[in-house]
């Protein structure tokens, strides 16, 4: 009978040595019978079973996650992430980073200068930036630009896998051209024990773009951030189809 599999047949089929084909049959996870002794198993009845797997696995929801901000490295593959952050901050002359739903980074801050590096330097200054870089709640299109505890201006947006908010994206360390934003640096520097001359020197650096610019900043964000989320639903559904198929195969 030419439509017989042999337990070799089905080994090179799916990829699984003899004893989890033996598993399986065992569990009852595959149709088969003995003929002679010697388990067969019909080609038609695989086809459909296999198809069945298949189908099973498009239609497997991501399971849900119990902690979101250790959820959030497993799903997004961090060094893409990096590399895709770093375009467009370089891109807009800004700087960026990715971040967990608290506003901690996952990622290293891309295109950073020196002013923000020393606020980041004290631990007060790292935590008003994190919550900076949390987005604000619900927006229409894009995200707003908002002013910083630092007197800078700031833009996230979040990134959500399946519904679930897993991480942020934002872009930061920029001002519009002509603002004198610099008049609150004494402060800054008294607040988080910095040098005030050291500051007022590094907010030379602190980029100032156009009308033009600022108004790319949020719209190309959003869009990293769409962009990241994509990634992140199907790395998680490729992770779920391979815990699927561990479980089939039982190995």
């Not at 330097?121 to 299109?141: D, E, F, H, I, V």
Request: hydrophobic share 40%; charged share 20%.
């Amino acid at each position: 009978m030419n439509d017989l599999l042999t337990v070799h047949d089905l080994q090179d089929l799916l990829r699984v040595d003899r004893m989890t084909v033996y598993r399986m049959i065992k569990d009852g996870r595959l149709p088969a019978f003995k003929v002679g002794g010697q388990w067969r198993f019909s080609q038609p009845e695989i086809t459909g079973w296999l198809q069945e797997q298949r189908a099973s696995l498009e239609m497997a929801e991501v399971a849900p996650a119990t902690d979101e901000s250790q959820q959030a490295p497993h799903v997004l593959p961090l060094s893409c992430v990096q590399a895709m952050q770093s375009i467009y901050a370089e891109a807009l002359d800004v700087a960026a980073v990715t971040t967990d739903p608290d506003g901690n980074p996952l990622t290293e801050i891309s295109n950073s200068r020196g002013f923000c590096n020393r606020v980041l330097s004290t631990a007060k200054g790292r935590g008003r930036c994190a919550l900076a870089w949390r987005p604000p709640n619900g927006y229409a299109q894009y995200p707003p630009i908002r002013t910083c505890h630092a007197g800078l201006l700031c833009v996230s947006a979040p990134v959500r896998v399946d519904g679930q908010w897993i991480a942020n994206v934002a872009g930061c360390q920029f001002v519009a051209q002509g603002t004198d934003w610099s008049a609150g640096v004494p402060a800054l520097a008294a607040d988080l024990d910095l040098s005030e001359s050291e500051l007022r020197a590094a907010a030379i650096e602190v980029r100032a773009l156009s009308a033009d610019q600022l108004a790319r900043v949020p719209r190309l964000l959003q869009q990293v951030a769409d962009t990241f989320a994509e990634i992140g639903q199907e790395r998680a559904k490729f992770l779920n189809r391979l815990q699927r198929i561990a479980e089939i195969t039982n190995v």
